[in-house]
């Protein structure tokens, strides 16, 4: 080991504790209702932690800026929750990511690019993406230096297909930003490029469902984006938007899908075989069902008519579980130093473990999107396999015990100095709505959390309990004022997606020194403070640019 990887030792923190990372899928803090399924569930374990012993339970930000992500609207997800527990530190995701790799000119250097640039040459490629400058989903520049830069790289016939807005920004700004794309488009026309819009929408009416809300949305889309079909056909994006916002209640969010035609009444850019596609926007809850049509060749939601053989590949991997898409334009952060690479050069045998869908989480994002060991003599992996073939409301337990059972006898064994564990239920299971089901789970999680408990309390351990975001707290679409929203037919509207609420981290077990507690002086702490907390309890004090750790020893 080089000397820069050398941590100090705590002042005050004894080294040779058993350590118990546990994160907790999906597993917000919320308020008690009966569409918290955490809170209906019999969860007495984690319950525990809560009321016995208060100064040792605390909760941290898990969305946001706190994960390196854009705005306080953006939920967490897994990927970045667990890059922010293992790296001790924020990195940019989503947008900002996007421009520094447009910025240096990386992006086109990158296997993603590469890929679609194949189809350059003969054929015809095609951006898809929310256009405005809002920020939230995509940015206008985004797609504009693209655009410049992907013709700079060898495309010679572009066709750009427009989701209006009117969400993220004012209803109405959609004419102004289509004539910005006219006018950019005319210039590449200028140089020789064939540039024009093909089709267009409104985002909430075409392709930008999420959730698997309504696929009706995304096979609008697929009828104007790659069959060229729609009930309305224009000469151009401006005339048609402004047409189509004459009228009554028109509203950008809504606009019908449309075609753009040449004189002849002929769709100009209908996506065919041999085309490259680009899905532009960064955020990936509006995307990743369309992104599943491009690509899945197994694909029952609408009737595609047509799957063109294309290379696709999203402007980031919206999804890190499904590798969806496969091919991406941005990479994520190559974050360096990350706690688990620090602790294993300091000597701390690792055991880390979960099932196949939350596996890469505990490995892979936790070590800063890095595959394999640090070092393989003082670290094991291991990985349950997932069930295949059914949803996981189907066996809502997953492999909670398995995880439980793996993580005890390893922690019995002596032979690691940290255990770290994912139990995936709360969020693999909320992600399909079924409350019924994300009871169960909940149970089953708690259930795993008490087995290591149990085993840390035998050898004189001490455990992290914690989480990666929310999901399974609240399982309903709520309003303003919080209230659940009822549809048409009376029902509440199911939840599916993770949440923006705080997660719980719980310390304590027998090795834990007498006088360590939370401080009150890191009120706004996030998952990233969670790395130098792990690090002081097995001896050491976390590098001078990790975030702050959340104890302090009291005498």
Known sequence: MGTEWKLADHPKLPKGKTIAVVVLDGWGEASPDKYNCIHVAETPTMDSLKTSAPDRWRLVRAHGTAVGLPTEDDMGNSEVGHNALGAGRIFAQGAKLVDLALASGKIYEDEGFNYIKESFANN????????????????????????????????????????????????????????????DLAELRGKGI????????????VTMDRYENDWEVVKRGWDAQV??????????????????????N???????????VDDNGKPVGPI?????????????????????ALEYEKFDKFDRVRFPKIRYAGMLQYDGELKLPKYYLVSPPLIERTSGEYLVKNGIRTFACSETVKFGHVTFFWNGNRSGYFNSELEEYVEIPSDSGITFNVQPKMKALEIGEKARDAILSRKFDQVRVNIPNGDMVGHTGDIEATVVACKAADEAVKMILDAIEQVGGIYVVTADHGNAEDMVK????????????????????????????????????GGVKYRKDVPNGGLANVAATVMNLHGFVAPDDYETTLIEVVD
């Open 124 to 183: 015809t490629l095609h951006l898809i993406g929310l256009l405005s400058d809002g920020g939230v989903h995509s940015r206008l520049d985004q797609l504009q230096l693209l655009l410049k830069g992907a013709s700079e790289h060898g495309a010679k016939r572009i066709r750009v297909h427009v989701l209006t807005d009117g969400r993220d920004v004012v209803d109405g700004t959609s004419v102004g930003f289509a004539e910005t794309l006219e006018k």
């Open 250 to 260: 028109a509203n950008d969010q809504y606009l019908p899908p449309f075609v753009i």
């Open 478 to 513: 709520r309003n303003k004022k919080g209230e659940p929203i009822i549809d048409k037919d009376g029902k509440v509207q199911i939840q599916t997606s993770h949440t923006l609420q705080p997660v719980p981290v719980a310390i304590g077990g027998p090795g834990l020194a």
């Open 227 to 248: 069959l060229g079909e729609a009930p309305h056909k224009f000469k151009n994006v401006v005339e048609g938007i402004k047409k189509l916002r004459e009228e009554p």
């Open 194 to 205: 064939d540039a024009q819009v093909a089709s267009g929408g409104g985002r909430m009416y």
């Open 272 to 292: 065919v075989d041999g085309d490259a596609v680009v899905t532009v926007n960064f955020r990936a809850d509006r995307m990743t069902m369309l992104a599943q």
